[in-house]
């Protein structure tokens, strides 16, 4: 959605928004935290940019619903996820001397106009969560026979020695033995 701030330029207070934006994820980037979710309903935005003397600060909420796999036992999971924002908001000439890490502390107007949807999704991908979990203590799939370990052990044979280390696990059964003797 682009906003139209010609008015609050020209001195108009206030400024209000409320609007609904599809999330399409792309399972091809395998970069982006967002590609192991999957969005059912448009992320919910609305907010306000207010103008005091000159100096614009948009305040927005966004809140999506999401629906993912746990990231140790793959048990399905959804939930709601929500954000609060708050930045100032000046025309890209007012910036042109700003050093480039500084511009992330702004939403910047080209030509009286300030396009909010690749903004809130860049924000959304650097602050949605990377992995979910069903619960915190998840146990997660037995490595072995694939079970999850959540509905119970599994049966498999818990002590699996490293192969390199087999040669220290001999010794270490021949040092029991030998004190028992």
């Known amino acids: 959605m682009k906003l139209d701030l010609r ?34 309903s448009p992320m919910k935005v609305s907010g306000d940019i207010t103008n005091t003397a000159g100096y614009m600060r948009m305040r927005v909420s966004l809140s999506v619903d999401y629906e993912s796999a746990c990231a140790r036992c793959l048990t399905p999971i959804s939930g709601s996820f929500t954000l609060d924002l708050e930045k100032t908001v000046a025309p890209r000439d007012v910036l042109e001397d700003l050093p480039e890490e500084k511009l992330d502390d702004y939403v910047i107007i080209d030509d009286g106009f300030l396009d909010m949807d690749e903004q809130l999704k860049e924000q959304l991908e650097l602050e949605f969560p990377s992995r979910f979990l069903c619960h915190e203590d998840c146990q997660g799939l037995c490595q072995k026979c694939g079970k999850n370990l959540n509905d119970g052990e599994c049966g498999c044979e818990k002590k699996e020695i490293d192969p390199r280390l087999a040669p220290l696990q001999k010794i270490l059964e021949q040092m029991k033995k030998e004190n028992k003797n």
């Not at 001195?11 to 609904?20: A, V």
């Not at 999330?23 to 970069?31: A, F, P, V």
């Open 7 to 40: 008015p609050l330029l020209a001195g108009d207070k206030l400024l209000s928004f409320d609007y609904e934006l599809m999330l399409d994820t792309d399972d091809e980037d395998s970069l982006s935290c967002l590609s192991d979710a999957s969005f059912p």
